[in-house]
């Protein structure tokens, strides 16, 4: 069961390696209101650190990153703070994928091919408890 959510903006935590795609999404959510961008990572390690320091409400989580599978991080997050969602956000997904997610206590999969839109709905989604699992191909 997951804590609820303080009052005002989402507070996300980026967990992405590829520079090009962190500034993106920085630039995306500089202009939504109720989402802030309170901090990015490039590793686990750095985003278990940042977890435990912020305590964001959702983490976006990459799947690959340079010190391990992101799905094995989730535990790891969520230990660090037991109220805080992790999304992840791949490139590719399929049900094996989605299940070992939600074993691992994830509350959602969204494809890095999909709309900026269905991102920032599927944050507030999981901030507000939903769970997410996007795995359709996009098209």
Known sequence: MSTPR??????????????????????????????????????????????GTHRPDVVLLDRRLPDGDGIAAISRLRDQAPGTRVLVFTGAADRDLSRRVADAGGAGVLLKAGLLTDLLDTIRRVAAGQTVFDIDSPG
């Open 6 to 51: 303080s009052v005002g903006p989402i507070r996300l935590l980026l967990v992405e390696d590829h520079s090009m795609v962190a500034m993106a999404l920085d630039s995306a959510f500089a202009s939504v209101e109720d989402i802030e961008l309170i901090g990015q990572a490039t590793s686990i390690r750095q985003a278990v650190d940042d977890v």
